[in-house]
């Protein structure tokens, strides 16, 4: 007996290239979506196990010679019946004498019974559909990388639903590799230090969450400002506190931070540091140090959605060295395409706690719901 493998980009191509060597007597044993994705590295092929008792004649010569101008005839009759190799297969199992059949060639009969539904679904899959997904997402922004693996995810998820538009299942994919939202947890005293490069908008997020813990959850809540390199962040976090009605301190150094937080009585403890490079060595040693002695259990890496998505990423893992991050993403407002974003969330894979569109305090701050990313995509932006 020959069993043999054949890989194809449809089940088409597959199928037939197992009639054209081993003739319409062989058997079908298995088949499904191979991963040897050598045309198109984003889409998936088809592959069969056949079975045959004897090759065809000269088959072996006679596919090497042929098939390929078979499988450009049957690229261009797209409108030829797909499952008919296998209806010719089970036609011959169902001729086949009493002596052949076995326990075996039965599951072979019904795998073949199920295998034309199968087939059309497969052969009804538009490569045209995963090219509108792949350029519906760069439009947006989104990094070839990523919008590959999206557009791909998506068309399988239309080939389970027929229904589904290509927008539809670009949403689901997306929705099902954003991972649920990470926000400071309350229900514990919580310590946070927020992080990030010059002007990407901590003090006025801090200031934000800091309204909505005192105001809305009726927290008591402490800011403490380590960024005594710019003195408009210290007066802008001053007052702040004083419209909200929370206590302010300055830490001059990281190690005023321990005698500041010595006897503390506040459920929530929102620290700022300074802007920097994150190529100024001294300064991310500092940060570290400020985690350490403040003893923070949330520390939020904060990034303006405005920067380049490589750039985003390698920010953010200088950054996070060492602290074990949240994501808050500040001036989503600001967008043309929120493609950047959505590929530096998915390439980090960090939780993402926030984010922000505009500068009114308490007010322009959300949690990252999946669901609001995606809106920003879908919206094009803010």
């Known amino acids: ?69 078979v499988l450009r005839d049957r ?13 010719v297969s089970e036609e011959k199992i169902a001729k086949s004498p009493p002596s052949l059949e076995t326990p075996q060639m039965h599951q072979v009969i019904a795998m073949l019974e199920g295998l034309d539904h199968r087939l059309e679904r497969i052969e009804g899959r538009d490569d045209a559909d995963v090219s509108e997904a792949f350029d519906w997402l760069k439009a947006r922004g989104v990094s070839e990388t990523w919008a ?49 490069p010059t002007g990407s908008g901590k003090t006025t997020t801090i ?59 506040c459920d929530v403890v929102l620290i700022d540091t300074a802007g920097h490079s994150f190529n100024h060595a001294l300064y991310m040693s500092e940060i570290r140090t400020i985690a350490e002695l403040s003893r923070a259990n949330d520390v939020q890496l904060v990034l303006p959605a405005t920067m380049d998505a490589t750039l985003m990423c ?22 043309r395409q929120a493609g950047g974003l959505l590929s530096a969330a998915l390439t980090l894979g960090w939780p993402l706690s926030y984010i922000t569109d505009g500068q009114n305090v308490p007010d322009d701050i959300q949690v990252a719901f999946p669901q609001t990313i995606v809106g920003l995509l879908e919206g094009g932006g803010a």
Request: hydrophobic residues 45%; glycine residues 4%.
């Open 1 to 69: 007996m020959i069993v043999k493998r054949f890989t194809g980009r449809t089940a088409e191509e597959a199928l037939a290239m197992a009639k054209w060597e081993l003739g319409d007597d062989a058997i079908i044993l298995s088949s499904g979506k191979a991963r040897e994705s050598w045309w198109k590295f984003w889409q998936s092929g088809f592959q069969v196990l056949v079975a045959t008792d004897y090759s065809r004649r000269n088959g072996a010569l006679a596919a090497h010679e042929a098939a390929p101008t």
């Open 75 to 87: 690229e261009e009759d797209r409108s030829a019946p797909v499952v008919q190799v296998a209806r």
């Open 148 to 196: 590959l693996k999206i557009a791909d995810t998506a068309m399988r998820y239309r080939e389970s639903d027929a229904t589904a538009t290509v927008e539809g299942a670009i949403h689901r994919s997306l929705l099902e590799r954003l991972a649920p939202p990470a926000p400071i947890a309350l229900a514990e005293p919580a310590t946070v230090l927020f992080v990030g």
């Open 207 to 265: 200031a934000k969450l800091a309204a909505y813990c005192r105001l809305e959850r009726q927290k008591s809540v402490l800011l403490i400002s380590t960024d005594t390199f710019r003195v408009a962040a210290v007066e802008q976090l001053r007052t702040y506190s004083e419209i909200i009605g929370v206590p302010f301190q300055i830490a001059l150094r990281p190690q005023d931070i321990s005698h500041i937080l010595k006897d503390r009585q």
């Open 314 to 335: 390698d920010t953010a893992l200088k950054f996070a060295d060492g602290l074990n991050p949240k994501i808050c993403f500040t001036k989503t407002d600001e967008l």
